[in-house]
């Protein structure tokens, strides 16, 4: 049984000068807020006594009102509950319905809307984004998070706060949050900064927002990975920057190839450590490059670093900002992967002379990011959870990755080629030529199997056809078989060329 959310007092004018009788008035407000689907079916409706009370006028309108509306059959009386929007209304009731044409329509192509918001196309759910559970891109295992530590320290933080923790704060964050991380940063990343730097925002995405507005004009070039990150794109696309693929193989974005095709470009999208999807590692020699091309040009460089606390095998790779001698690089990193996405925090690194620009331009957007989180994630790191986290989940997600690795192998033999398995929590397949990408994508979401299509994250025309596949949720144990139905989905698309 649903209540009107939380209890709220209904939004209903009532004007008594007006021609309209009261009764009129209440029947026509609830009217159009059932049509409009701004009430729901089962939801409760306020008492007689109680709307009568709010709307400060007497029962009598409310009570024929209501019997109006009951009688129509959008109000429903149920004995010793009170009275409900009646369950059995279609969910989506037509626009065409009396005076409910005068409410919100829904938005159609023709409505004027900015240029800007027309660079994209419009949202849509995207079926491998749907679920959690096997191959999930960028789902860390959750079940292995500390919340026993993590609600303490909510606790901590929420019983008695200062007012100036409920208050308005710096656009760049808490002090102690961008300490912790800059302290963080120095030791494992080698990046180099000061507090004074770091800009605590909300995930990556926003970070590439910020940079987008403090650096980009609409029509600047803008280098981009190809394949790349989608959701860099978007951003960039929606800056009306004019994109330019630069290709990227087993040493990272191909420089030369870059500067060919547009020496100018304003700016570079880069993820050195751990490319995305593919997962290559920039070699020194090409990052020596594109800081030499970045300083030459006056181009920026922003350095994607968001899951390289996960590399196996070998020592973390160390930043491409740790290198540049000429504040060039704007460093962006993320808690989505080492903590969990729906936290939404994540930080820029920002040159010295820009950090006020980008400071106003925050501002501008939404002030700053909440303090709650910042504060438990600030403790969360001081107090050595955060690394001990980092540390059991590497050993974690290294297991998970091997895993993976051999089922994919013992399933499929090297008909898929595996790239990039070396850091994240994800890894890259390519499918044998004949097959299409998307299509097992949606078929393998219907089979809640949560694999990505590679072909997408090309601007241009796609070289490869394949999945980006997420360890990070599947159990080890559940790896070999989560792997055979990912086969059986392929295998009803078409024939896999026999096992070598
Ligand atoms: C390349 C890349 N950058 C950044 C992120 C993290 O984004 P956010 O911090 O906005 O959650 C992801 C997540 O999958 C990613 O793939």
């Given at each position: 049984m649903k209540r009107i959310s939380g209890g709220f007092s209904l939004v209903i004018a009532v004007d008594?000068?007006?021609?309209?009788p009261l009764h009129k008035q209440i029947y026509d407000a609830f009217r159009s807020m059932i049509v409009g689907r701004r009430l729901r079916a089962g939801e409760q409706i306020p008492s007689t006594r109680t709307l009568a009370s709010d709307l400060k006028v007497s029962r009598i309108p409310v009570l024929t009102a209501y019997s109006q509306l009951l009688a129509e059959g959008y109000f429903e009386a149920r004995a010793g509950a009170g009275t409900f929007v009646c369950s059995s209304l279609p969910d989506q009731v037509t626009w065409n319905t009396g005076s409910a044409t005068r409410s919100t329509p829904p938005l159609a192509g023709s409505r004027a809307v900015g240029r800007r918001a027309l660079l994209l196309p419009p949202y849509q759910r995207i079926p491998w984004l749907r679920g959690v559970g096997a191959f999930s891109v960028s789902q860390p295992a959750y079940d292995q998070f500390p919340f026993q530590i993590w609600s303490k320290l909510i606790l901590r933080h929420c019983r008695n706060p200062h007012a100036s923790q409920l208050h308005y704060g710096n656009p760049l964050g808490l002090e102690p949050l961008r300490e912790a991380i800059c302290t963080y940063l120095g030791t494992s990343r080698a990046v180099r900064c000061d507090p004074q730097q770091v800009m605590i925002v909300s995930g990556s995405q926003q970070a590439l927002e910020i940079s987008s507005r403090v650096l980009l004009d609409p029509g600047n070039a803008v280098w981009m990975e190809e394949p790349g990150y989608w959701l860099t794109r978007q951003v960039l696309t929606a800056a009306g920057c004019r994109l330019i693929p630069v290709p990227v193989d087993n040493e990272g974005l191909d420089v030369a190839v870059g500067i060919k095709a547009c020496r100018k470009a304003r700016a570079v999208y880069v993820a050195p450590s751990h490319q995305y999807p593919i997962g290559a590692t920039m070699s020194a020699s090409r990052r020596l490059q594109l800081l030499a091309w970045a300083e030459s040009s006056g181009s920026w460089i922003i350095e994607d670093d968001y899951d390289s606390e996960y590399r196996y095998g070998s020592m973390p790779i160390a930043s491409l900002q740790g290198l540049d001698s000429n504040s060039r690089v704007i460093y962006i990193g993320t808690f989505s992967k080492t903590l969990f996405p729906s936290l939404r925090i994540g930080y820029i690194v920002i040159p010295q002379d820009l950090v006020s620009r980008f400071a106003a331009v925050r501002h501008a957007m939404d002030?700053?990011?909440?303090?709650l989180y910042q504060a438990v994630l600030t403790d969360f790191m001081k107090e050595g959870h955060y690394a001990r986290h980092i540390r059991r989940m590497r050993l974690l997600y290294e297991k998970r990755r091997q895993a993976l690795v051999a089922a994919i192998r013992e399933e499929f033999g090297s008909a898929l080629e595996v790239l990039g398995s070396e850091a994240g929590m994800h890894l890259a397949v390519t499918l044998p030529k004949g097959f299409r990408d998307m299509e097992i994508t949606k078929h393998a979401a219907q089979e809640k199997l949560w694999i990505a299509p590679?072909?997408?994250?090309?601007?241009?025309?796609?070289?490869r056809q394949g999945f980006i596949l997420g360890f990070g949720s599947t159990p080890t144990s559940q790896m070999a078989h989560a792997v055979r139905r990912l086969k059986a989905v392929i295998l009803a698309h078409g024939k896999l060329p026999a096992k070598e």
């Open positions: 008594r000068r007006a021609k309209d002030i700053t990011s909440p303090y590679l072909s997408p994250a090309y601007l241009g025309k796609p070289v």
